[in-house]
Protein backbone atom coordinates (compact mmCIF):
# COMPACT_ATOMS: atom_id res chain seq x y z
CA UNK A 1 0.00 0.00 0.00
CA UNK A 2 1.53 3.16 -1.17
CA UNK A 3 1.67 6.36 1.29
CA UNK A 4 -0.90 8.05 -0.35
CA UNK A 5 -3.42 5.32 0.19
CA UNK A 6 -2.41 4.58 4.10
CA UNK A 7 -3.68 8.54 4.58
CA UNK A 8 -6.32 8.04 2.18
CA UNK A 9 -5.18 9.58 -0.91
CA UNK A 10 -5.89 13.10 1.16
CA UNK A 11 -3.28 15.59 2.98
CA UNK A 12 -3.33 15.31 6.58
CA UNK A 13 -3.56 19.06 6.55
CA UNK A 14 -7.05 20.80 6.27
CA UNK A 15 -6.82 21.79 2.72
CA UNK A 16 -10.31 20.25 2.48
CA UNK A 17 -12.77 20.98 -0.30
CA UNK A 18 -14.59 23.43 1.74
CA UNK A 19 -11.22 25.22 2.27
CA UNK A 20 -10.62 25.52 -1.52
CA UNK A 21 -14.28 26.29 -2.33
CA UNK A 22 -13.67 29.52 0.53
CA UNK A 23 -10.68 30.16 -1.73
CA UNK A 24 -12.86 30.85 -4.97
CA UNK A 25 -14.95 33.52 -3.80
CA UNK A 26 -18.99 33.82 -4.51
CA UNK A 27 -18.99 30.93 -6.48
CA UNK A 28 -17.17 28.92 -4.03
CA UNK A 29 -19.13 30.03 -0.84
CA UNK A 30 -22.93 29.37 -3.43
CA UNK A 31 -21.78 25.56 -3.67
CA UNK A 32 -20.39 25.67 -0.10
CA UNK A 33 -24.06 27.44 0.88
CA UNK A 34 -25.78 24.08 -1.05
CA UNK A 35 -23.78 21.82 0.22
CA UNK A 36 -24.92 23.16 4.10
CA UNK A 37 -27.69 23.27 3.38
CA UNK A 38 -28.49 20.01 2.36
CA UNK A 39 -26.52 18.10 4.68
CA UNK A 40 -27.81 20.21 7.89
CA UNK A 41 -30.88 20.90 7.93
CA UNK A 42 -32.58 17.60 8.98
CA UNK A 43 -30.79 17.86 11.55
CA UNK A 44 -30.73 21.25 12.89
CA UNK A 45 -34.54 20.89 12.23
CA UNK A 46 -33.99 17.54 14.64
CA UNK A 47 -32.35 20.14 17.25
CA UNK A 48 -34.92 22.48 17.31
CA UNK A 49 -37.55 20.12 17.91
CA UNK A 50 -35.95 18.28 20.34
CA UNK A 51 -34.87 21.42 22.80
CA UNK A 52 -36.72 24.52 24.09
CA UNK A 53 -35.88 27.06 21.12
CA UNK A 54 -39.59 24.91 19.11
CA UNK A 55 -41.31 27.64 21.73
CA UNK A 56 -40.16 30.61 19.30
CA UNK A 57 -40.98 29.04 16.04
CA UNK A 58 -41.90 26.48 13.48
CA UNK A 59 -38.85 24.44 13.23
CA UNK A 60 -38.72 24.84 9.53
CA UNK A 61 -38.92 28.49 9.93
CA UNK A 62 -36.02 28.70 12.22
CA UNK A 63 -33.93 26.50 10.03
CA UNK A 64 -34.48 28.53 7.02
CA UNK A 65 -34.04 31.63 8.77
CA UNK A 66 -30.78 30.76 10.18
CA UNK A 67 -29.25 29.59 6.32
CA UNK A 68 -31.45 33.34 5.06
CA UNK A 69 -29.22 35.22 7.63
CA UNK A 70 -25.83 33.55 8.23
CA UNK A 71 -25.06 31.32 4.86
CA UNK A 72 -25.27 34.98 2.98
CA UNK A 73 -23.13 36.57 5.14
CA UNK A 74 -19.98 36.43 3.34
CA UNK A 75 -17.32 36.07 6.83
CA UNK A 76 -19.97 33.39 8.48
CA UNK A 77 -17.55 30.52 6.67
CA UNK A 78 -14.21 31.93 6.47
CA UNK A 79 -15.14 32.72 10.69
CA UNK A 80 -16.08 29.06 11.06
CA UNK A 81 -12.48 27.98 8.97
CA UNK A 82 -10.65 30.48 11.61
CA UNK A 83 -12.62 29.38 14.83
CA UNK A 84 -10.88 25.86 15.26
CA UNK A 85 -14.59 24.16 15.78
CA UNK A 86 -16.26 21.34 13.68
CA UNK A 87 -18.69 22.84 11.19
CA UNK A 88 -21.51 21.36 12.95
CA UNK A 89 -20.76 22.51 16.10
CA UNK A 90 -20.43 26.15 14.59
CA UNK A 91 -23.68 25.95 13.17
CA UNK A 92 -25.78 24.52 15.99
CA UNK A 93 -23.70 27.75 17.80
CA UNK A 94 -25.13 29.90 14.92
CA UNK A 95 -28.70 28.70 15.22
CA UNK A 96 -28.67 28.74 18.76
CA UNK A 97 -27.70 33.05 17.98
CA UNK A 98 -30.35 33.03 15.37
CA UNK A 99 -33.13 31.88 17.82
CA UNK A 100 -32.16 34.26 20.20
CA UNK A 101 -32.67 37.08 17.30
CA UNK A 102 -35.51 36.18 16.45
CA UNK A 103 -37.32 35.23 20.07
CA UNK A 104 -36.10 39.22 20.45
CA UNK A 105 -37.73 40.50 16.84
CA UNK A 106 -40.63 38.54 18.47
CA UNK A 107 -41.13 40.67 21.82
CA UNK A 108 -40.02 43.95 20.02
CA UNK A 109 -42.96 43.40 18.04
CA UNK A 110 -45.55 42.29 20.79
CA UNK A 111 -44.53 45.78 22.96
CA UNK A 112 -44.64 47.58 19.84
CA UNK A 113 -48.42 46.25 19.17
CA UNK A 114 -46.99 44.94 16.00
CA UNK A 115 -47.95 40.55 17.11
CA UNK A 116 -49.33 39.08 19.97
CA UNK A 117 -44.73 37.94 20.63
CA UNK A 118 -43.81 34.39 20.33
CA UNK A 119 -46.12 31.89 20.25
CA UNK A 120 -45.01 28.19 21.28
CA UNK A 121 -44.88 25.54 18.95
CA UNK A 122 -44.48 21.96 19.58
CA UNK A 123 -43.33 22.22 23.18
CA UNK A 124 -44.89 22.23 26.52
CA UNK A 125 -45.25 26.03 28.11
CA UNK A 126 -48.39 27.44 27.46
CA UNK A 127 -47.86 30.96 26.81
CA UNK A 128 -44.28 33.05 26.05
CA UNK A 129 -44.18 34.32 29.74
CA UNK A 130 -43.29 30.82 31.24
CA UNK A 131 -40.72 30.33 28.43
CA UNK A 132 -37.36 31.48 29.53
CA UNK A 133 -35.50 35.00 28.33
CA UNK A 134 -34.04 35.21 25.21
CA UNK A 135 -30.86 35.83 26.75
CA UNK A 136 -30.53 32.24 28.75
CA UNK A 137 -30.86 30.38 25.16
CA UNK A 138 -27.53 27.90 25.61
CA UNK A 139 -26.77 24.25 24.21
CA UNK A 140 -29.11 21.26 25.17
CA UNK A 141 -27.30 18.39 25.38
CA UNK A 142 -30.22 15.79 24.64
CA UNK A 143 -31.28 17.80 21.79
CA UNK A 144 -27.24 17.88 20.76
CA UNK A 145 -27.58 14.54 20.84
CA UNK A 146 -30.68 14.19 18.25
CA UNK A 147 -28.98 16.51 16.28
CA UNK A 148 -25.65 14.34 16.14
CA UNK A 149 -27.47 11.27 15.24
CA UNK A 150 -29.34 12.41 12.67
CA UNK A 151 -26.25 14.25 11.25
CA UNK A 152 -23.57 11.47 11.60
CA UNK A 153 -26.77 9.29 9.76
CA UNK A 154 -26.48 11.83 7.05
CA UNK A 155 -22.49 11.71 6.96
CA UNK A 156 -22.39 7.94 6.99
CA UNK A 157 -24.85 7.92 3.72
CA UNK A 158 -22.58 10.58 2.33
CA UNK A 159 -19.81 8.54 2.01
CA UNK A 160 -21.07 5.47 1.27
CA UNK A 161 -22.49 7.37 -1.80
CA UNK A 162 -19.05 8.31 -2.51
CA UNK A 163 -17.45 4.84 -2.44
CA UNK A 164 -20.02 3.59 -4.30
CA UNK A 165 -19.55 5.89 -7.14
CA UNK A 166 -15.92 5.77 -7.05
CA UNK A 167 -15.91 1.84 -7.44
CA UNK A 168 -18.76 2.15 -10.19
CA UNK A 169 -16.13 4.41 -12.19
CA UNK A 170 -13.47 2.01 -11.68
CA UNK A 171 -16.10 -0.82 -13.14
CA UNK A 172 -16.00 -2.96 -9.46
CA UNK A 173 -19.77 -2.40 -8.53
CA UNK A 174 -19.68 -6.09 -7.35
CA UNK A 175 -16.87 -4.30 -4.52
CA UNK A 176 -19.87 -2.06 -2.86
CA UNK A 177 -22.83 -5.04 -3.98
CA UNK A 178 -20.76 -7.65 -1.92
CA UNK A 179 -19.83 -5.03 0.92
CA UNK A 180 -23.28 -4.00 1.31
CA UNK A 181 -24.99 -7.51 1.40
CA UNK A 182 -22.14 -8.44 4.16
CA UNK A 183 -22.45 -5.39 6.06
CA UNK A 184 -25.57 -4.29 5.79
CA UNK A 185 -27.97 -7.15 4.78
CA UNK A 186 -25.67 -9.84 7.22
CA UNK A 187 -24.97 -12.20 4.25
CA UNK A 188 -22.00 -14.66 5.02
CA UNK A 189 -19.30 -14.08 1.92
CA UNK A 190 -20.01 -18.01 0.99
CA UNK A 191 -23.26 -17.42 0.16
CA UNK A 192 -22.47 -14.04 -1.61
CA UNK A 193 -20.31 -15.84 -3.44
CA UNK A 194 -22.19 -18.20 -4.75
CA UNK A 195 -24.90 -15.84 -5.73
CA UNK A 196 -22.25 -13.94 -7.77
CA UNK A 197 -19.99 -17.27 -8.94
CA UNK A 198 -16.82 -16.17 -7.48
CA UNK A 199 -14.93 -18.03 -4.77
CA UNK A 200 -15.32 -16.56 -0.92
CA UNK A 201 -11.58 -14.97 -1.41
CA UNK A 202 -12.35 -13.40 -4.30
CA UNK A 203 -15.47 -11.76 -2.33
CA UNK A 204 -13.46 -11.20 0.81
CA UNK A 205 -10.78 -9.13 -1.55
CA UNK A 206 -13.66 -7.23 -2.97
CA UNK A 207 -15.53 -5.80 0.24
CA UNK A 208 -11.91 -4.93 1.37
CA UNK A 209 -11.78 -3.13 -1.59
CA UNK A 210 -14.97 -1.54 -0.78
CA UNK A 211 -14.11 -0.92 3.46
CA UNK A 212 -11.15 1.19 2.14
CA UNK A 213 -12.86 3.15 0.10
CA UNK A 214 -15.69 3.88 2.19
CA UNK A 215 -13.71 4.61 5.02
CA UNK A 216 -11.72 6.65 2.84
CA UNK A 217 -14.77 9.06 2.09
CA UNK A 218 -15.69 9.17 5.18
CA UNK A 219 -12.24 10.58 6.36
CA UNK A 220 -12.53 12.76 3.46
CA UNK A 221 -15.97 14.37 4.52
CA UNK A 222 -14.73 14.36 8.28
CA UNK A 223 -12.00 16.91 6.98
CA UNK A 224 -14.08 19.13 5.63
CA UNK A 225 -15.91 19.43 8.32
CA UNK A 226 -12.99 20.62 10.46
CA UNK A 227 -12.05 17.67 12.16
CA UNK A 228 -8.36 17.16 12.34
CA UNK A 229 -6.43 14.17 11.58
CA UNK A 230 -5.40 13.59 15.34
CA UNK A 231 -9.19 13.52 16.59
CA UNK A 232 -10.14 11.32 13.31
CA UNK A 233 -9.88 7.70 15.11
CA UNK A 234 -12.15 8.77 18.13
CA UNK A 235 -14.58 11.21 15.96
CA UNK A 236 -15.53 8.12 13.36
CA UNK A 237 -15.93 5.39 16.79
CA UNK A 238 -18.50 8.28 18.07
CA UNK A 239 -20.40 8.63 14.71
CA UNK A 240 -20.86 5.06 14.41
CA UNK A 241 -21.95 4.10 18.05
CA UNK A 242 -24.38 7.69 17.83
CA UNK A 243 -25.59 6.58 14.41
CA UNK A 244 -26.69 2.85 15.85
CA UNK A 245 -28.73 4.93 19.04
Request: proline residues 2%; hydrophobic residues 40%.
Given at each position: ???????????????????????????????????????????????????????????????????????????????????????????????????????????????????????CVGCACVSSTSCRDAEEIGLEPSAFE????????????????????????????????????????????????????????????????????????????????????????????????????
Open positions: MTGDERDGGFPTKQATWIHTRLVEGASGREEINTHVMSRYATPLRAYVLGSSICRIDDADALVNGFFASRLSREDFLTAWRDSGLPLRRWLVNGLLLHARERERELRRAARDGAGAGPAQFERAWSRALLTDACTLAEHELVAEHDANAWEIFRRHHLDGLEYAEIAQQLRMTSAEARTHARRAAYRYERALVRLLRDEGVGDDDMDAEIAWIVEVSGR
